[in-house]
Nanobody
Framework: EVQLVESGGGLVQAGGSLRLSCKFSGFTLDDYAIAWFRQTPGMEREGVSSITSSDGSTWYADSVKGRFTISSDNAKKMVYLQMNSLKPEDTAVYYC?????????????????WGQGTQVTVSS
């Protein structure tokens, strides 16, 4: 059974940092891609970043390039999203999701398995 559990959200001041974690089970990252998405009330779910270890591919939304870094630890079955230089507009519920194969996070509706989400709030 595929499962994903996010953690690490919280309240941080603008300019600060947070690291989100996604614990996955039921698959290997060699075969799957994992992505981070975010969503605010009334808005479409937005792709933030994605990773697969099959060839080391990563993808980032333009809005987070240079500030966020996605990484994985296959032995621990963890994917991380290091978020630096946070801005109030980064405030959202952040979800990790998985799909068999490689699909970049700008295609959220192709992702099949989803975690429950973790709230990130950036105060100005």
């Amino acid at each position: 059974e595929v499962q994903l559990v996010e953690s690490g959200g919280g309240l941080v001041q603008a300019g600060g940092s947070l690291r989100l974690s996604c614990k996955f089970s039921g698959f290997t990252l060699d075969d799957y891609a994992i992505a981070w998405f975010r969503q605010t009330p009334g808005m479409e779910r937005e792709g933030v970043s994605s990773i697969t270890s099959s060839d080391g591919s990563t993808w980032y939304a333009d809005s987070v390039k240079g500030r966020f870094t996605i990484s994985s630890d296959n032995a621990k079955k963890m994917v991380y999203l290091q978020m630096n230089s946070l801005k109030p507009e980064d405030t959202a519920v952040y979800y990790c999701a998985a799909i068999l194969g490689w699909v970049t996070a700008d295609h959220p509706y192709e992702y099949e398995y989803w975690g429950q989400g973790t709230q990130v709030t950036v105060s100005s």
